[in-house]
Structures are given as C-alpha cells and as structure tokens.
C-alpha cells in the first residue's frame, strides 16, 4: 500500500510560483505512474493537471496548467513535483497527488488511487 503526502501549498500573490512535492513511501515509487489533481472552492471534481509516466517518458497536462506548470520526478527520492508560475486566483484550490492503478484515461480521476491529503494553494489578486 502506498501512503503520499503533499507540500509546498501556501498563500501567494498572483504572478507568483509554487513548487510542490509528493512524497511516497510504502510501495515502489518507480513503477507507478503519477498523476497532480486538484479541486477548486465549490467544486465538486477533481481536474487533472499533470501527469507523468514512471521514468518520466510521457508527459500530459490538463488545461489548468495553461503551458505554465511544469511536472517531474526523482524517482531515488520517491518524489513528483509540480512547478507552478504565473498564478492567478483562478488557481485558488487544494492540489493532490495520486497514483494511476488503471492502464486507461490518464485524465481520469476514477483511474487513481492512494490519493494524498492535499496541500491548499491561495492566490490572492
């Protein structure tokens, strides 16, 4: 059983960047494909942001990224992260990692597990 857990959230002015990390432990971090997701105020699903693939191959992002986000992983540091810059308050939501279990939709929320507990990012205007 996998365990992740998210960091770097934290209030910051529009414009400015976050950097978060997803830390695994329990299983082998290098086999699982990894997903970054989140759930703005009010809303009632998850939307991917980021995916990536085991050894970094494959690369997706979901519109939020918006070519602003970057995604990567340490897989010696059973670690994936996503760099986030020129913030808006749109952005505003807690951000989770998650390991993809099913071989279909990398965009899919149904298709991870092992969720985090989620890190909250504040953009202010």
């Known amino acids: 059983q996998v365990q992740l857990v998210e960091s770097g959230g934290g209030l910051v002015q529009a414009g400015g960047s976050l950097r978060l990390s997803c830390v695994a432990s329990?299983?082998?971090?290098?086999?699982?494909?990894m997903g970054w997701f989140r759930q703005t105020p009010g809303g009632t699903e998850r939307e991917i942001v980021a995916y990536i693939s085991r050894l970094s191959g494959t690369i997706y992002f979901g519109a939020p990224a918006k070519g602003r986000f970057t995604v990567s992983r340490d897989n010696a540091a059973a670690t994936v992260y996503l760099q986030m810059n020129s913030l808006e308050p749109e952005d505003t939501a807690v951000y989770y990692c998650?390991?993809?279990?099913?071989?279909?939709?990398?965009?899919?929320?149904?298709?991870?597990?092992?969720w985090g507990p989620g890190t909250q990012v504040t953009v202010s205007s």
């Open positions: 329990g299983g082998t971090f290098s086999r699982y494909d």
């Open positions: 998650a390991r993809k279990f099913r071989s279909s939709f990398w965009n899919d929320p149904q298709n991870y597990d092992s």
